[in-house]
């Protein structure tokens, strides 16, 4: 029977490796993203399957995106404004 022969490791995989022998310690996808580097599960998963990486589930606090108002002057003519305010007076 013929071994099934792997495919290389991709260039992205490469560079998650490499960082994680430089940092030394666990990281997150996160992690990689705060410096600038995209990783997705793919990559990820080729180092594991190969044995050159392991994962565990940890818990993190992350921040949720939602829209929010923000309020900005509107340009108006102040003595218009005076004006209207002192015959409510």
């Known amino acids: 029977m013929a071994s099934k022969k792997e495919t290389p490791l991709s260039e ?5 490796l490499k960082v994680l ?5 666990p990281m997150t996808a996160q992690d990689f993203k705060e410096m600038g580097i995209s990783a997705n599960g793919s990559s990820f998963k ?5 044995g050159l990486v392991e994962s565990q589930e ?3 606090t992350v921040q949720k995106k939602r829209k ?3 309020y900005s002057l509107v340009e108006t003519d102040t003595e218009e404004t005076d004006t ?4 409510t007076e």
């Open 46 to 50: 080729a180092l594991e399957r190969r």
């Open 84 to 87: 209207e305010e002192n015959e």
């Open 68 to 70: 929010v108002n923000a």
């Open 21 to 25: 022998k430089e940092n030394g310690e």
């Open 58 to 60: 940890v818990e993190i």
């Open 12 to 16: 992205k995989a490469k560079e998650l």
